[in-house]
């Protein structure tokens, strides 16, 4: 799923706070940066102390820190955005849980048994789980969202994973050539066996799709305009502890106990939601406004550390910014990736190399994020631990370097700036999204070391883009973006598929070649179930994305969240925990 940054008016890269920016903190002899302050998300608490039997009673104040509102497709089959999955989370939930180090488990409302021998794997819906309007929820919703994910004029990032791919008969279906997904058997109201092509390791950790889908609640509704519904946007529905109320769209919502949950009766009598500037989200903590506030901005930590009544929390986000250089487009028809980097002004892997090695991230999360984020080398993320290329061979910062394969390259300067090999005009145009206090001097900083190697940048209109006009652009090939700058925040599955796969809605890039789709697959083969092929996959992965440079990565990130001491049970630790589960939060006096 896409993470959302957070519009301001754009000021010319030599303004003084981002020319500032880019100089201060770069030398290891700067007086400033020895003293600077520097933090390790590991010291940080990830539960709460305030931890026990919560009382019946009281609502929960929760502020979620951006400048753009929420999209509000409030349906897990259909949203595309962090901040619309945030508000889902607080009314609806996954019917598989994970553990601590994202596998599967059965402790959610829907279970699982694989059976090996003829490669299916047999659902069944636990009895008494009822939507928010009074239904009882079965296996019919489970299967639901296959049906609706496949269907033709589904329009979602969502249908590209082992979970459906590998499913018999769901690419029959999808292409509208059969009318029913033929790997799917009910067995009864609460029981259907799936039969895969084969039983890849990613249907454990993130394949197996985690949601169901309210059918009933979408009755006489075309799939076209489910997601533009008033079913979608203004009365969702789902199957967690709470229930929405009421909507202010992109702005709030409010929520109140779910008494029918399954699990149990939630603690709290209900929360209310609001979507709150990061300028003014530390002040409102302060003055007890909020009890908790997501998306809460790392740089202003340490402005704020010691605010009285507030503990902190941290861990490791599932999250990475990077560099995107857009070599293709969108095949409509083909619906898949159509590669052609010798059309794209990117498509020169030496042109990459040389931005990467231009650009100083390790300085970057010091100076902008106080160690918060730091410096990002590869694509598969310490968040999976196990799979993840610590020695990873990347251009490092070297701006002679990056001079030098420029220089090689016939990127010659023409005046101020370097012109292509073939002596033409060379401008790229480079799209930051809006946000915060540190958005504008992060986009200078990365125009600024781009320029310093003579490589005419500029921000593409020449001004941050909004979250929503950011991802337009991006997702319709827009000619006005060269190279791009985001995050993306990763499921369980270690497998990257979702990102890079040449079918794939969210690759971005649109970068698809023979060898890639050769090394995905890999991740997914039989024998990838034995977990050293399947690390073996992911590091020869990540040196051929290395190679060619698609994207290059350059922060990873800590979540760090305050919370109010008197919530209690609150956690941002890994995995399913019953005694830190919503249901079980509650306040204190």
């Given amino acids: 799923m896409k993470t959302k940054f ?58 979620y820190a951006s400048d753009t509102p929420f999209l509000g497709t409030l349906n897990y089959n259909m949203f595309g955005g962090v901040p619309d999955s945030t508000v889902i989370g607080y009314f609806d939930e996954p019917v598989l849980t994970t ?53 033709e004029d589904y329009t979602g990032p969502r249908g590209g994973t082992p979970g459906f791919t590998l499913l018999k008969g769901f690419s029959e279906y999808s292409t509208g050539d059969a009318d029913e997904i033929s790997g799917i058997e009910v067995i009864d109201d609460y029981t259907a066996v799936f039969s895969y092509e084969e039983l890849a390791p990613s249907l454990i950790s993130g394949g197996f799709w985690q949601y169901i889908f309210a059918e009933h609640y979408y009755e006489g509704i075309e799939v076209a305009d489910m997601f533009e519904a008033d079913e979608t946007r203004i009365n969702p529905i789902g199957i967690g502890p709470f229930q929405v109320t009421n909507i202010v769209p992109g702005e709030s919502v409010t929520f109140e106990r779910f008494d029918d949950y399954w699990r149990g009766e939630p603690k709290l009598d209900g929360i209310n939601y609001n979507v709150v500037s990061p300028a003014t989200v530390a002040n409102g903590m302060a003055n007890g406004d909020y009890d908790i506030a997501r998306g809460f901005p790392a740089e202003q930590y340490k402005d704020v550390a010691d605010t009285e009544g507030v503990e902190w929390l941290a861990n490791l986000t599932s999250s990475y910014s990077y560099v995107a250089f857009k070599l293709g487009e969108w095949d409509e028809d083909a619906d898949e990736v159509a590669y052609k980097p010798e059309e794209m002004k990117m498509g020169d892997v030496n042109l990459r190399r040389a931005m990467w090695h231009a650009v100083d991230t390790a300085s970057v999360g010091e100076r902008f994020y106080d160690g918060l984020r730091w410096r990002a080398d590869s694509l598969i993320l310490p968040y999976h631990e196990a799979f993840h290329n610590e020695n990873l061979e990347v251009p490092q910062y070297d701006p002679e370097a990056a001079n030098a394969i420029l220089d090689e390259a016939g990127y010659e300067y023409d005046g101020d700036f370097r012109t292509t090999p073939d002596g033409e005009e060379l401008k790229i145009n480079f ?159």
């Fill in 6 to 63: 957070l519009k301001r008016k754009f000021i010319a890269p030599l303004s003084g706070v981002g020319l500032s920016l880019l100089l201060i903190g770069i030398s290891s002899n700067d007086t400033h940066a020895q003293e600077h302050q520097v933090y390790n998300f590991e010291d940080f608490q990830k539960t709460v102390s305030n931890v026990g039997d919560a009382e019946q009673g009281g609502i929960l104040n929760v502020a």
């Fill in 99 to 151: 553990s601590a180090d994202q596998i599967y488990t059965n402790d959610g409302a829907l279970n699982f048994e694989i059976n090996e021998d003829d490669n299916t794997v047999t659902f069944t819906m636990r009895e008494g789980v009822y939507w928010h309007d009074g239904h009882e929820a079965d296996i019919h919703d489970y299967i639901a969202a296959y049906y609706l994910i496949g269907h």
């Fill in 431 to 589: 799209a930051s999204m809006s946000g915060g206090d540190i958005a504008e001097p992060m986009a200078n900083y990365f125009i600024q070391s781009w320029r310093a190697i003579g490589l005419d940048v500029s921000l593409t209109n020449n001004r941050l883009l909004e979250f929503n006009t950011f991802f337009d652009l991006v997702e319709t090939d827009s000619e006005d973006i060269d190279v791009y700058m985001t995050a993306w925040t990763l499921g369980a599955d270690v497998d990257p598929t979702i990102f890079f796969g040449r079918d794939a809605g969210w690759n971005y890039p649109r970068f698809a070649t023979e060898e890639g789709d050769a090394l995905l697959r890999e991740f997914n083969v039989p024998e990838a179930m034995d977990v050293d092929y399947r690390v073996n996959a992911a590091y020869e992965w990540q040196e051929y994305m290395a190679e060619e440079i698609p994207v290059f990565p350059t922060l990873y990130s800590a979540s760090i969240t305050p919370v109010n001491e008197r919530v209690m049970n609150y956690s941002v630790e890994f995995g399913f925990n019953d005694d830190t589960a919503l249901y079980n939060i509650g306040v204190s006096e």
